[in-house]
């Protein structure tokens, strides 16, 4: 197998509410990816794998690596808490798709807040507070601007042809999920 080399450096956005300014992405795609260290020509830790992508750089596939000087900043609470210990960004519980230049609902979280709000299955997002969003990143980046977990923020929606507004109170992620986790 050949030795992986930096292709680009670039933001991530990943459907499931997930952003990554600083990005690192590899190619050829290495099959054992997650968790591994890449590192740099001077033997140091410069990044941990987390994803197969198709588009490392163009229409190169490849692995996305985390930089590791982001975790420094929360490593204290990560040990101590598992999660870093500020205050958790707004959450949706929507998974959002960029089709044929449109940002579309994929998934809605059971019983999360856009379901309890009526955000459904291939609902197209065109703004949120008013401020329109076409890009991933942006949506996040727009999202997250209007405070904590808890904001209650207004999604500008198409439902098959017909425009809507709906308000959808946000909540912390993690709460969610260890709400409605059974071991």
């Given at each position: 197998m050949?030795?992986?080399?930096?292709?680009?450096?670039?933001?991530?956005?990943?459907?499931?509410e997930?952003?990554?300014?600083?990005?690192?992405?590899?190619?050829?795609?290495h099959p054992?990816?997650?968790?591994?260290?890449?590192?740099?020509?001077?033997?140091?830790?410069?990044?941990?794998?987390?994803?197969?992508?198709s588009?490392?750089?163009?229409?190169?596939?490849?692995?996305?690596?985390?930089?590791?000087?982001?975790?420094?900043?929360?490593?204290?609470?990560?040990?101590?808490?598992?999660?870093?210990?500020?205050?958790?960004?707004?959450?949706?519980?929507?998974n959002?798709?960029?089709?044929?230049?449109?940002l579309?609902?994929?998934?809605?979280?059971s019983?999360?807040?856009?379901?309890?709000?009526?955000v459904?299955?291939?609902?197209?997002?065109?703004?949120?507070d008013?401020?329109?969003?076409?890009?991933?990143?942006d949506?996040?980046?727009?999202l997250?601007?209007?405070?904590?977990?808890?904001?209650?923020?207004?999604?500008?929606?198409?439902?098959q042809?017909?425009?809507?507004?709906?308000?959808?109170?946000?909540?912390?992620?993690?709460?969610?999920?260890?709400?409605?986790t059974?071991?």
């Amino acid at each position: 197998m050949r030795p992986a080399v930096v292709v680009s450096r670039r933001t991530f956005a990943g459907y499931w509410e997930y952003l990554l300014e600083d990005a690192i992405f590899t190619a050829p795609p290495h099959p054992a990816w997650s968790g591994a260290a890449l590192l740099g020509p001077d033997g140091k830790l410069v990044g941990i794998g987390s994803l197969v992508v198709s588009d490392a750089k163009a229409d190169l596939p490849g692995n996305m690596f985390v930089p590791i000087d982001r975790l420094p900043p929360v490593m204290g609470d990560l040990l101590t808490l598992g999660r870093p210990s500020a205050p958790s960004r707004p959450w949706l519980g929507i998974n959002l798709r960029k089709l044929d230049g449109k940002l579309v609902v994929s998934r809605v979280a059971s019983d999360g807040p856009s379901d309890k709000a009526g955000v459904r299955h291939g609902d197209q997002v065109t703004a949120i507070d008013g401020a329109p969003v076409r890009e991933l990143a942006d949506f996040y980046r727009t999202l997250w601007r209007r405070g904590n977990a808890g904001v209650t923020v207004r999604l500008s929606l198409t439902r098959q042809g017909e425009e809507r507004e709906i308000e959808v109170e946000t909540i912390d992620r993690y709460r969610y999920f260890k709400l409605n986790t059974t071991y």
